[in-house]
């Protein structure tokens, strides 16, 4: 069936280190792989995509990586920061079903000063 | 509007009461989105529309949940008859065309 999941559920980092985040998914078919943020109270927030015909693509401070080969997927913060504190879910659109986005779990990134 | 907009912000309801969650969409966006996310978990996908249809009602939970949008505009989720399972926060996003959703801050529904 369709699931994405992540490896870890809490992560805690000191402020300025890189965090990585990681996600595995199980179905081959989507057609683009999604992080957002979710900070407490709100709503999640788009933080970079990726095709599924890509391996890598960059952002301001953040890089996704996508291996194909081992269905697996992640999110590196560089010079992490407080405000990067968050839950951080990975995410499956799939375009042939409206865009309907399958979520993993979550992971909780901590920022200590 | 700034961006999606959803009310009320927090609904505390009795058992086997109906209630109606609303959503207001960022102007222009043809495609909406429900989904409902329980304490601590992922978000889980409910309904989408596409314009004011709705091809996929593939992840209502029961025939208690129902939902209808008038043309691009406000989307109303409606459930009837609520149970405490159906206590969750409740996200709405809306999408130009099929891939980056904006989403609401949501609903927080619970069911005493």
């Known amino acids: 069936g369709e699931s994405v999941g992540l490896h870890l559920p809490t992560l805690s980092v000191q402020e300025g280190d890189n965090s990585i985040i990681n996600c595995a998914y199980s179905?081959?078919?989507?057609?683009?792989f999604i992080w957002y943020k979710q900070e407490s109270g709100k709503g999640p927030q788009f933080i970079i995509d990726i095709r599924s015909n890509m391996d890598k693509r960059q952002g301001q401070r953040v890089t996704v990586l996508l291996n194909k080969t081992v269905k697996h997927l992640s999110l590196q913060i560089a010079a992490t920061q407080p405000g990067d504190s968050a839950v951080y879910f990975c995410a499956e659109l799939y375009y042939n079903q409206g865009g309907k986005l399958i979520f993993g779990q979550g992971t909780e990134l901590s920022v200590k000063p | 509007g700034a961006g999606v907009s959803q009310s009320p912000s927090n609904k505390v309801t009795e058992k086997g009461k109906d209630v109606e969650l609303r959503c207001d969409p960022i102007s222009g966006h043809t495609a909406l989105y429900w989904y409902r996310q329980r304490l601590g978990q992922g978000l889980e996908f409910l309904i989408y529309f596409q314009g004011n249809s709705a091809p996929d009602k593939s992840g209502l939970p029961s025939d208690r949940f129902s939902a209808e949008r008038t043309g691009e505009s406000v989307s109303t989720l409606t459930i009837q008859r609520t149970q405490q399972e159906d206590s969750a926060v409740y996200l709405c996003?809306?999408?130009?065309?099929?891939?980056?959703?904006?989403f609401g801050a949501g609903t927080r529904l619970s069911v005493l």
């Open positions: 996003a809306s999408s130009p065309q099929l891939n980056i959703q904006y």
């Open positions: 179905n081959s078919a989507s057609d683009y």
